[in-house]
């Protein structure tokens, strides 16, 4: 009966003496570790700065990448009206410059018309 009472009266001056020591080491300790939190937040910040540099230039070259196969498509678009409207209509047809070899299941994304 009278145990329960002990480990109530320890643990409740543990308590007091702890916040006490917590209470007078904050300050001391907010100090000293000041440097070390402003060094964390500078790291972080470059380690941003340096991932956004990353991600736009690999961006940039994604949409150059993007952009020169549309002209490429684009080109050959051009290149196959051209030929056609060379080709007499009447007589027999002009092959293309290049013969290409039939691959069964090749699907051709330039005859279709269709963009990527």
Same mark, same amino acid.
């Not at 070259?61 to 080709?87: C, F, G, N, P």
């Given at each position: ?24 080491? +904050? =300050? ?21 700065? %340096? ?18 196969? %549309? ?7 051009? %290149? ?23 691959? =069964? ?6 005859? +279709?018309?269709?963009? =990527?």
């Amino acid at each position: 009966m009278f145990g329960k009472g002990k480990y109530f009266l320890g643990g409740l001056v543990t308590g007091l003496v702890a916040g006490a020591v917590a209470r007078e080491l +904050t =300050p001391v300790l907010k100090e000293a570790s000041m440097p070390i939190w402003r060094s964390l937040v500078k790291a972080g910040v470059i380690v941003y700065e %340096r991932g956004q540099e990353f991600f736009w230039d690999t961006y940039e070259s994604i949409e150059d990448a993007i952009a020169e196969a %549309r002209l490429d498509v684009q080109e050959a678009r051009e %290149r196959r009206l051209r030929t056609k409207q060379k080709q007499p209509e009447s007589g027999p047809k002009i092959e293309a410059e290049e013969e290409q070899e039939e691959i =069964p299941g090749k699907v051709d994304i330039l005859a +279709t018309g269709s963009e =990527p």
